[in-house]
């Protein structure tokens, strides 16, 4: 690795300012060097000094990492802290609440869709609703390691659910409540939960979801699928209780009223002591079969990797106030929104809304209520916002801040300098963290006092990682390259397997370049040996931060009955990075029409969830193919862009179709 200061630095580097420097927890570059240096020659020194701040039935008997990362050798595997005993959640609350003695301290300013619907909550508050949740989830027949599907909104519910599940050793899987019945239904089958938690509906904006109602058409179809598994439905009563407004289809044999079992249940829980490899929660994300893989992450090292990530990323002191806008459906809100923050001690926003309700300042006008200090938010996010100007911004006052963060997406450099300059003020390193739901924490990523840093670059690994480029032949590329993004060893966060289907894990990650981890992420490095995400090298489309499988969309095209065949590629977008620009060819005598074309979307819509609707559907009379007969996608790519020089294309069947594909291009949304 080159040291940035050297005679390569490029001119465009921004430097961590000095003021942050002083009481950093990794105070400039070199000290990110030695540490770095450590945590991969002596791993497991490394890691047992992480883990001493934690609290351990029983310790580890053997090295702290182990693993196999070579199919070639036998079957994949990764274990941290083995023979070791813990709780997820004695570690992230008790531990705070008992030994730190920081019961009193805020966990989360809960702050509502609207304005007026806010609430602080203590860690010594969170731990005895997270006892409560326990109890009541044991007496609803959870057992330890039974899954449990959580389908809510970001209320503090949600949280005290997910932990509830880690004190008593169940796992969650908690499902966007963005996500449709079917996608819903689909992910509760392929993980078999017992019990499903929802709430019985909330305002995103101006909308109303009702989510009891779209989790009972889940339960219907996983009935209909003749393999329900779920007994009983928890439900929050969660809009009913803000709006008055009580009209919840409710069927007394399966629903569980949240209200009425928390309030007679104590608020005293023992923890459930979990092997250290235990699963923790499982997590689905988008497959390139079309399937979502039910990524499994497990108890100690999801525990180590997500609280030694967050503490330095961020920086974290004990007078910050963070926040994370993610939804706690995905990864980012799983790691740090829920865990990494925990396990710190921190004090975080937990935020119900959206960026532009009641009005586009709304989240300038958050970080200034709370005073926020360190910000973590989307590229697609700052996008959308900066398209208002500075009037939504100037109103509020910015100055508490002191870090920002993106993640999701590779940010392109206007939006990166509008953050910096107008959110941070130019006072604020912004920290581009590249990860994935497989990764549990961040690999890729600035440290905020240490790393200087060039707009668009998530810049060097993370403490304990290990990143190569290959190219086509497996070949490890040296100094400037760029090629297949690849990690030579674990970490205690990456994800252990997929859940059931320990083959499709090794398939998908660990087969194409044996001894390592495949990301599926294109990527460069420069000759500061600084890391550029170029993007997914699969079939899969990244629509505002969240990967969207192009198989998944055209199934739920095909299924429509005008439609013969589908093709998904993926165009530039403004806001969203990149959008879904679909080709269908009809049936026989079905026409193309506007009618057709808003049926499609919203069959997408129903399908998978709103964020798959798809922005161009395009007749496609044919489809460019190879003579076996595959789709030639990098083509159709070509066409949605309106790129005229398609290159060689004497493989193609029937060059023919190009042209009226062009003709029948949309231009506009
Ligand atoms: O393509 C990369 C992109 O998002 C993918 C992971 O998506 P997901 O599992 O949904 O997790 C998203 C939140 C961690 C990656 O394979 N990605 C994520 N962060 C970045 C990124 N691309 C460029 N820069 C990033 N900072």
Redo the contacts with the bound molecule.
Sequence with gaps: MVVPGSQHIEDKMYHPPEGLQKDAHVPDFNCYLELYKKSIEEPDAFWKEVASDFYWKKPPTGQILQYNFDVTKGNIYVKCMEGATTNMCYNVLDRNVKDKNLGERVAFYWEGNSPDHHEAITYGQLLGQVCRCSNTLKQMGVRKGDRVAIYLPMIPELVYTMLACTRIGAVHSIVFAGFSAESLCERIMDSQCSILVTADGVYRGEKLINLKQIADEALEKCREKASATVTRCLVVKHHALRTQDGDTPWDAACDVCWEEVMGQVSEHCEPEWLDAEDPLFILY?SGSTGKPKGVLHTVAGYLLYTSLTFKYVFDHQPDDVYWCTADIG???GHSYITYGPLANGATSVLFEGIPVHPHVGRFWEVIEKYRVTKFYTAPTAIRLLMKYGLDPVQKYDLSSLRILG??????NPEAWHWYHEVIGQKRCPVV????????GGHV?TPLPAATPLKPGS?TFPFFGVEPTILNEHGEELEGEAEGYLVFRRPWPGIMRTLYGNQERFENTYFKKFPGFYV???GCRRDRDGYYW?A??IDD?I?VS???LSTAEVEASLTDHGAVAEAAVVSRPHAVKGECLYCFVTLKDCREFNRTLVDELKRQVREKIGPIATPDFIQNAPGLPKTRSGKIMRRVLRQIARNEKDLGDLSTMADPKVVEVLFNHRCETA
Excluded: Y
Aim: net charge negative; proline share 3%.
């Design positions: 994300t995905w990864i980012t993106t993640v999701g997406e590779p940010i581009d963290t590249f990860w994935q739901t497989e990764t890729l998530a990301t599926g992420d995400i993007g997914r899969m990244n931060g969240h990967l």
